[in-house]
């Protein structure tokens, strides 16, 4: 069922577009799948990696929705303050590369990124001087990839992005996110 309704929106789509109410570039995203928007956007996404030190799981479903646990960018990402030892550019770029991280842990529970409906909400966590109020800023770095590889309808998503004192070993960004799959 979930195949006809898209068939159906996109066919809707396409006549909108060929009326000239829909911008064609919305329905080129809607037909692409987000796997090959991700190679289109020459992404290779890491292992999962878990931490046998932490009494977590790298996420959990339950029933359509997808908690994915809080992660940052990786190993050998820089690390420190926001407006201290790391640019506000460097950290947005480290936020792109956890937005990586949590989508390779999406496919690794849907099968593949084409079996997510939609991203539902980010939390976002930015380790910042006190001075430093750009966070959502930053925490763009994960929402436009998200939107980059879901299309608008269903990579847009609620969101948080908040500033914090201290973060588990030094981590400059930390993000949470919630995915509905298919």
Do not use: W
Not at 69 to 75: D, F, I, Q, T
């Amino acid at each position: 069922m979930h195949g006809f309704k898209r068939r159906s929106a996109l066919g809707i789509m396409t006549l909108l577009a060929t009326l000239g109410e829909l911008p064609e570039r919305a329905v080129a995203q809607a037909s692409t799948g987000a796997e090959q928007r991700l190679r289109d956007l020459g992404i290779t996404l890491p292992k999962v990696v878990t931490n046998p030190a932490a009494h977590i799981v790298p996420y959990v479903q339950t029933g359509k929705l997808l908690f994915v646990s809080g992660v940052g960018p990786g190993a050998n990402a820089a690390t420190g303050k926001v407006g201290k030892d790391v640019t506000e550019d460097e950290a947005t770029q480290l936020a792109r590369q956890t937005a990586i991280v949590i989508l390779s842990q999406v496919r690794q529970a849907a099968g593949s990124l084409d079996n997510v409906s939609r991203v539902v909400k980010v939390f976002g966590m930015v380790n910042s001087m006190p001075d430093f109020t750009d966070q959502p800023k930053v925490i763009n770095g994960c929402s436009d990839l998200f939107i980059q590889v879901f299309g608008t309808e269903r990579g847009s998503h609620a969101r948080s992005a908040v500033g914090m004192a201290t973060m588990a070993f030094n981590v400059v960004v930390e993000i949470e996110s919630i995915f509905e799959l298919m």
